[in-house]
């Protein structure tokens, strides 16, 4: 009987989901007769409609609640903006921020350039970039625990002479070769570090395929006026590769820039945040959720807001630059 009933359920979806279709063409062959605009409207009309409920209007009243207490019933100016840029655990946030955005979107990009190079006609070319590729397929959370066992410690006291073995890879490494294992997540500074590398990784196979495909697309005929110039080798790749690719690069850089900007997940899921590894987006969900700061909170959000408009807006810029040559 509940088969059945399943079996039932289906096909009572089906049969709405068709009258739902046959319902919009019917509408929209109605439309048509009276003008190609009102048919126009009839698609763009709700998706106007539901950015407005579902962006405009929380952006706007984010803006506006960050003028207000951590209650966000009393009206205080800038002194949410104030508090982030003179505050002292602020600060450490917009840093940590700022490092990410310095060092993950050049060295994932570094490094994804690198792979696109040596495995670009490689024997093997396809499985080696599906394997480099593979960390774009797992979410920032599962990749964040991953990395979390990696970092793994387990408690040394040196006076007692006990090295318990160690279940972390790297602490592991460390041992082997003779050093002391370390609590890389809660060793300040160096702990933001540690936490970029699993970003790297991330977006390292996202680079590669990206850039190998400009690579790919560099036509022939400049690279065989190159080589019979006497062009080769770094020089190919300094005069002649990069400069092809450069639209492509300033893509991928500002695409993993944006991404840095908003990264959440990783801190959250490796170290909650604690021990001075705190950035933006995750300082945000603190103070609006766990902290109940609802003014400063949205104050963080718009800072982020603001610091990623801009990249996107260029990055859509030099994307229809690069099509356009």
């Known amino acids: ?70 209650a966000g019933k009393t009206f205080i ?44 006609g490689a024997r093997g070319e396809a499985f080696a970039k599906a394997l480099i590729f593979l960390p774009m397929a797992i979410s920032f959370v599962g990749a964040s625990i991953i990395w979390k066992f990696v970092y793994e410690y387990r408690f040394y006291d040196p006076s007692l002479k006990v090295n318990p073995q160690q279940i972390g890879l790297l602490n592991q490494i460390v041992v082997w070769l003779g050093g ?32 190998s495909a400009a690579i790919k697309a560099i036509p022939a005929d400049i690279v065989e006026a190159a080589r019979l110039d006497g062009v080769s080798g770094f020089r190919m790749f300094r005069f002649i590769t990069v400069p092809t690719i450069r639209p492509t690069l300033v893509v991928v850089l500002t695409t993993i820039a944006i991404g840095s900007l908003k990264v959440f997940d990783i801190v959250r899921t490796m170290t909650g945040g604690l021990y001075g590894t705190s950035v933006v987006a995750n300082e945000f969900f603190t103070q609006s959720f766990s902290a109940g700061n609802q003014g400063l909170g949205a104050a963080l959000a718009v800072l982020l807001f603001v610091l990623v408009v801009p990249i996107i807006v260029y990055n859509v810029r030099q994307m229809r630059a690069s099509e356009a040559r």
């Open 77 to 120: 100016g800038v002194d949410n903006y104030t508090a982030i840029f003179t505050s002292p655990d602020q600060l450490i946030v917009l840093r940590n921020t700022v490092l990410w955005v310095l060092v993950a979107p050049f060295v994932a990009t570094a490094v994804g350039l690198l792979y696109a190079i040596i495995v670009d």
């Open 180 to 211: 002391q294992p370390q609590q890389f997540l809660i060793n300040q500074p160096w702990n933001n570090f540690f936490l970029i590398v699993v970003m790297i990784w991330i977006q390292a196979g996202f680079a590669m395929t990206i850039l």
């Open 1 to 70: 009987m509940q088969l059945a009933d399943k079996l039932g359920a289906m096909v009572l979806a089906l049969l709405a989901f068709t009258a739902v279709i046959g319902l919009i063409l019917f509408v929209v062959a109605v439309l048509e007769k009276r003008g190609v605009r009102r048919v126009a409207w009839f698609f763009v009309g709700p998706t106007v409609l539901l950015l407005i409920v579902g962006l405009v209007y929380p952006a706007a009243k984010t803006i506006v609640r960050s003028f207000f207490d951590a």
